[in-house]
Structures are given as structure tokens and as C-alpha cells.
């Protein structure tokens, strides 16, 4: 495998990880709030959708990425309901997010596009296009030398080629996300908010009897777990994709789970966890390139099912133990 | 004095949970710089009353007035503004969190954490200093002991510049020499000002430090009378509404032969750590052998092995017959079979099932008895429901209704149907843990009295409680566990609570005599 083609394959594993990434971030929020999210698939989902089809019809990805996330606060208000206010049990709201989001989606794309549960596809301002970082090797290059990228690049030196390929040409929500990353950190680890938010998710009583609101901060760790699954549903069908078709989160929330597991709700660990499975998600779109490494041919298929196959290993409890945020998962009940 | 302002006055508090009237009419005036005792049995409404002035319950009428103001206290904020600081029974903080930034919890300065917890450090230190309470704010709150993480509850009140601190049980969690630590903060306190309300059923506690004691009994407030001028017995007349013999009446016993020996008995936890290390002691028939020590000390394990709950390595006759430790015999079933009957120390955990009726409760260990079968495949419910009614009268649980959940009795009635199950299986050896714990006097005396005509009527008791007083009383000798080990045995007319003090701390012989 030469450098180019491990270049590019970083890149894709950076495409991919990153609606994992934003989903598990969401997930750390709300869970180290005390709040088990399993809805995130169905978060993404919803916000996928509804990005989709408000940036078709608006022709703006902004306001788009705008609606998705909004639908994604109304499920995670939802869940918040039922699991803070209600005090409900917490996986079954996530279930039913999850079937209300798959059902949903596709039932209103059908009443309004009529086009088989998807949305049409997106074009120019309806999608978030690639941005490019100074100096990098982009179209304008190509369009001004007559030659297609791809070539240009090719002939590029290894320090531009890294950085046409690898760190310059994502989104912007590419950037976003990996922010997020020591943003969530210092936010957790530096800040009141913080120290209250891991509070309330290991001894929600601490924090009642300090004076503090139990419902309002954990309805605060669920609105931002709102807010990052929306992006990462956006994502998806504005900037990974060009549209919406059905069930295209394809247990993406559940690998970010599975991620957050095994990153034991740690931001940094976080993005190492969601890396490791964008390069597994990578891969399995080059196959030449895995067999030019194991020198066996490997069914596609095998390949496909590397990630999920990683995320039952982790569930298994396969990487050492993991503590989970000790109040999470039980609703708070006022006693003495 | 009378001209002050009491620091904390109420006036006709009452407060109903559903029909339960936990509080009737209650007032009380709590002078500042004083320490105010608050005695009751379990249920008497006294923790409701201090949940109502820090504000997790509204009261349904009555004022509070704090330091001659009136005060509304609707939530444990306002209670904080107001100068009360509360110390639960159960601890408040978070495990994985440092002692600093529990602490800071709730009182941080500004949105970042940095400036708040280099200011709470060194506030801590400074509390921590005038008041000997010896905390490391870089300690995690799992890795501390019980002592440091009651202390670091009381550092989060004196953090928030509280005037009135309240102290709900204090000393149920700690060894004698906690305690003691602890009621030496409280003094040091008191001198400072500061005004303490220390919640307890422990009638020592109550004439070891406070000024003033005020008595509850069903909601109502039966009495405030200055220590000085009060007695236990009266106390705990006060407490209970009739007299109570506060020492267990009992003869000399007259031990036979021996029921139960154990010999190098060691147990290996789960994680590989030895709980118990070559163990050798007897009981014999007709006598009570109290083991003492600070939880945690290998007695669990002991309670467990010789129950047949856990597994161990020794040897154990019952009546100069060896028991079955690890093989496929070694279980509660062969135990009982064999006439080993166990209260067991946790008795929410394991000796009872809170969900399940009373009578199905006492039934626990006679599914196989002859007199329950109605036939080949069908049990005879009837019978086993009036057999608990018979029970349940004979042992004095109330409400005498077999049909009630078991999670609906209070903990001294808990207890008694779980010792009415075990005693009535007439056993030659029995196994007890903490008897008492969590059981209100009226129903400790009981308890007590049941295990006295156990041993008189010539059976085996192993006793074991972290109740120094319990064991003192009760036991016709007492052996010390310490770190697994047994660090010696006391007559306990010839020995005092320090000597067993000393070895519960796992000193030994050779250097109390030094």
C-alpha cells in the first residue's frame, strides 16, 4: 500500500467517524448526566430527515441543519419526559424514539416527496460542500491547470498530499465535530457546569441536597445530547450523502454507543473509539486495499460487518471493565 | 441566656403522609451555641421534622423562625441561605469525586472550576486545621473511610458558613474511637458558636454531649429537658411510653457441651483477599459467645461460612460432627438439617424478601416440612398463614397481619419476624448478626430477651454485632475480630469497653498491658 492510498484511506475514516463521533459525544453528555440514551439512532435519524428535507425545499443546508437539529431536541425532550419528569424507564423511551424515528421518517418523506421514503436528491447550497484550507490542492486547482484533482494530487509531494487529502477538502461539520471533542472535555472537566453534570450522573442526591437542581441539569444534558445528534444527523444526508433515504443511520447510534462504552465516557477516548471504527467503516469500502495487505481475498461482506461485529465484542465486556456512570439508567426519587 | 434569640425556633409543625401523621403540633426552641439532642425511636417523625426545616419536605403548617426571623424553607437552597448545614445518615457525595471538589459542589465562585477550588482549598485546609478534622482534600471519597467521609459532610456545611449544623444518626457507621473523634468536633464547634442538632436513638450519645434533649414519640414531641437533669430509664420511658429495662436481665449461664467448634477456618474472597485467616474458636450449649470488632473485620464472613452461604477451607463439627464446607452438602439446607438456624446481619438482604407477604417470609426453610404439604404437588398455604398469625403473636410484631408485605413493617418488626422464623426451628446452634441494628429500643429489649431463654434453654449462640454495648451485655464470653483474625477472648465481667476498644483496633495483648 503506498502513502496516497493510506492517505486517502485516513480520509474516509475521518468522513466516517465523524457522525459517530458527534452521536457518541452526544451520548457522553447524557449519560454522564445519569440519563442512558439508546435513542440516538433514532435522534439521528429524525435529524437526518427533516435537515434533508427542509434544505431541499429552503435550497439552504443552514437552515436545514437548523430543523434537523430541532427535531432531534423534540425527541430528546421527549425522552427527558418520559425519563426525568415521568421517571420512566430509560431504555424503553430510547426504543421507542428509535421505532417512532424509523416509522416517521420515511412515512412523511413518502406524503411529501412521493418518492419512496426518500428525499430528492440535494444539490449546490443544499448541501455542505468540502471546505478548502489554504494552500490546499482543491477543484479551483484542478479547474485552473485543466486537469482533474485526483492527477494533481497524485503528483503532489507526501507533506501535500496530507494536507490536500487528509486535514483539508471536509466539511465544515467534520471540523465541528472534532472540536467538540476537547470542547466537551473542558466543558466536563473545567467548568461548574461540568463538575455539576458528572455530579448529577453519579449521586444525584449529592448535588439535590447542595442546593442544586436534579431535573434542570439533566434536562440541560439531554437538550445538548439533542443538539450534537442533530448535527450528526445532518451529516449524514447533507454532507456524507446527498439526501435522505431510509434507515440510513444504519446503527450508527449504536456503534457510538458501543464507542462511548469503550471509551468509558471519556471525550478524548472518545474520539480514539469512533476513529477505530470509521477506519473499520474505511476499509470495508477498499477492499483491494485489505487485500493487498492480508494477501487473501475477503468477502466484502466480512468487511461490512467488521464494526458491528467490534461493537459486540465491546458490549461483551471484551476490553476490560467499564464503570458506567453509577446513578445512570435510575430516575431520581426525593428520599431522605 | 432567656433574652436571646433562639437560633432555631418552630411552632406547630405538622406534616401528614397520606393518613401517617409524622409530625403533630410540633414546637421547639433550640438556644444558640448549644448542642440539642433529638431522641426517638425509628418512626417517631424525627428525621421528617429535619428534612422540613432543610428543606426536602413543606411542612403542612407551622413557621420556622431562624435566629428570631421568620423563614420560608422551601428547598435545601433556602436552607443554605438560611446557615443549616445537614449531615445524613447516608452520605450525600459523590464516590469518584476528590474531597475538594465535593466540598465545592453546589458552592462554586464562578463558572470555571480553577479559581472556586484553589479558594476551597485552602479554606479547607483552614477548617480542617481549627477544628482537627484531618482531611486530604486530594482523597477520593471511595478511597476514604466512613470517619473522613462524615467529616468531609461536615467540612461541606462549614464551607457554606453554616450556623446550625444537623447531625441525622451520626455514629451508626463508626467505631467507638469515630465516635469519640467525633463528638470532640462537635464540642469544638459548639465552642466556636455554632449551634448542633444531632439526631439519635442512642441514649449514651445524648448524655455524653448534648445540652438540651427533646424526646419524640409518634410525631408528637413528648418532652425538652436540660441532660444535666435527666436519666436514660427516664429517657427511654419518655421514648417508648412505659418502662424499659435497659439492661438485659440475665444469670450467670451454665454452658454444657461443646455445639460447635472451628478450627483454622480461613475464607478467600471473590478478588483473591483472605477475609478470614485460620480462625479457631468454640461455642458450647447454654452460652452466648459475642464476637466484637469493627465491620468489616472478617465477620461477615465468618456468619456466612458457618450459615453455608459462603465456602471456606478448616474444619467445623456441629456436636463433635464435622460439616460439610465445600462440597456439594455445604448449604443452608444441610445447615438447618443439622440444627444451625441463622439470623442473617443484613436482614433486607438475606433474610428477608421485601416484596413477598410476611407469611411467605416465615416460611422460608419449611417448604419441605411435612406439615405444609396439602398433597404430593400443592403446598397447604392455610396452614403456613396461621402458623405465621401464631407467630407473629407470640413474638409481638405488629401489625399481627400475616398478609402484609414484609417491606411495609418497620425494622425492629422486620427483625422479629425473622427471628421468630429461625428461633421456632428450635436449632441447637444459633447463628446471629447485628441483631439490633436499625431496631428501636422497645423491640431491641425484646430481641434481647428472646436470645437469653434461647441460651437458657441450653442452646449454642453465636453473637455477633458492631454494638459494643450489645455484645457487652448479652455475650457470657466475648472473642475480638480484627483483619480476619480473632485477636483474643474476654470475660466480659473482668474486661471494659476500652481494653476491647484496643483490640477491636487490632492492638494486641502484649501492648495493652505495655
Redesign the interface.
Known sequence: MDFLTLIQVLDSSVRLATPLLLACLAGLFSERAGIFDIGLEGKMLAAAFFSAAIAYMTGSVWVGLLAGIGSSIVLSLLHGAASITFRGNQLISGVAINFLAAGLTVLIAQSWFNQGGRTPSLMGGGRFEGIELPFALGPKDAEATGRSLSELIAEAGPISQLYSELISGHSILVYIALLCVPATWYIL????????L??VG??P????????SVIGLRYAAVMICGVLCGIAGAYLSTALQAGFVKDMAAGRGFIALAALIFAKWRPWHALYACLLFGLLQALALRSDVVEGLVRVEVPVQVLDSLPYVLTVVILAGFVGKAIPP?AGGEPYV?E? | MTDQAPAIELKGISKAFGPVQANKDISIRVMPGTIHGIIGENGAGK??LM?IL?G?YKADKGEIFIQGNKTEIP??????RAGIG?V???F??????SVL??V?????D?????P?LAKARFELMRLSEEYELNVDPDALIEEIGVGMQQRVEIL?SLYRKADILIL?EPTGVLTPSEADHLFRILRGLKEEGKTIILITHKLREIMDVTDTVSVMRRGEMTATVKTAETSPPQLAELMVGRKVLLSVDKQPASPGETVLEVKNLSVTDEDGVQRLKNVSFTVRAGEILGIAGVAGNGQSELLEVLGGIAKGTGEINLNGDAIDLTGKHSDGQTRRARGIAHVPEDRQRLGLIMDFMAWENTGFGYHNDERYQKNSLLMDNNALRADTAEKMERYDVRPPNPKLMAKSFSGGNQQKIVVAREIDRNPDLLLVGQPTRGVDIGAIEFIHKQLIALRDAGKAVLLVSVELDEIMSLSDRIAVMFDGQIMGERDPGETNETELGLLMAGVTDTETAA
Not at chain 1, 189 to 196: A, D, I, K, P, Y
Not at chain 2, 92 to 97: M, P
Not at chain 2, 104 to 108: H, P, Q
Open positions: 472537566f473545567r467548568t461548574r457546569f461540568g463538575l455539576r458528572r455530579a453519579e449521586n442526591a449529592a448535588v439535590d441536597t447542595a442546593g442544586i453509577r426525593k431522605r | 428525621s421528617t428534612s432543610y426536602f428547598d435545601s437552597q433556602a436552607a443554605i445537614m445524613f445518615q447516608h450525600k457525595l459523590v464516590e469518584n469525586f471538589e465535593n465545592v459542589l453546589g458552592a462554586e464562578g463558572a470555571l472550576l480553577k472556586s461541606k441525622d
